[in-house]
C-alpha cells in the first residue's frame, strides 16, 4: 500500500491550499483516512480524519477553516485549507487504516508566510 499525498505549497496567510492524498496497490476501503502535521521540533499532531461512511473529526484548531473529504472509490482523501495562518506550516502526512493497520504517506509541506 501506498499512499500519494500532494497540493502543498507555498502561501501567503489568509490564503487557501488544497491537499491531495491517493492510495494505490490496494483494493481495501480504509476505515478511517485524513491528515496529521509535523512542524519542527514539535510532536505530529492530527489534522482532521474522515471514516468511510463519512464521520469527520478536526483538531480544534482548524475546525471551521479546514474541511476534509473523501472518494471512497477512488480511495482519496482531500484536505481544503482555508483561511490559513503561520502555525499551520509543517509537512502534512497523509493517514490510512484498516483493522490494526495504519499506513502513512511521505508528507507534503505547507509553508505559510506572513
Known amino acids: 500500500v501506498q499512499l500519494q499525498a500532494s497540493g502543498g505549497g507555498l502561501v501567503q496567510a489568509g490564503g487557501s491550499l488544497r491537499l491531495s492524498c491517493g492510495a494505490s496497490?490496494?483494493?481495501?476501503?480504509?476505515?478511517?483516512m485524513g491528515w496529521y502535521r509535523q512542524a519542527p521540533g514539535k510532536q505530529r499532531e492530527l489534522v482532521a480524519l474522515?471514516?468511510?461512511?463519512?464521520?469527520?473529526r478536526y483538531a480544534d484548531s482548524v475546525k471551521g477553516r479546514h474541511t476534509i473529504s473523501r472518494d471512497n472509490a477512488k480511495n482519496t482523501v482531500y484536505l481544503q485549507m482555508t483561511s490559513l495562518k503561520s502555525d499551520d506550516t509543517a509537512v502534512y502526512l497523509c493517514?490510512?487504516?484498516?483493522?490494526?493497520?495504519?499506513?502513512w504517506g511521505q508528507g507534503t509541506q505547507v509553508t505559510v508566510s506572513s
Open positions: 474522515i471514516s468511510s461512511g463519512g464521520t469527520v
Open positions: 496497490g490496494t483494493s481495501l476501503t480504509f476505515n478511517y
Open positions: 493517514y490510512a487504516d484498516y483493522a490494526t493497520r495504519r499506513y
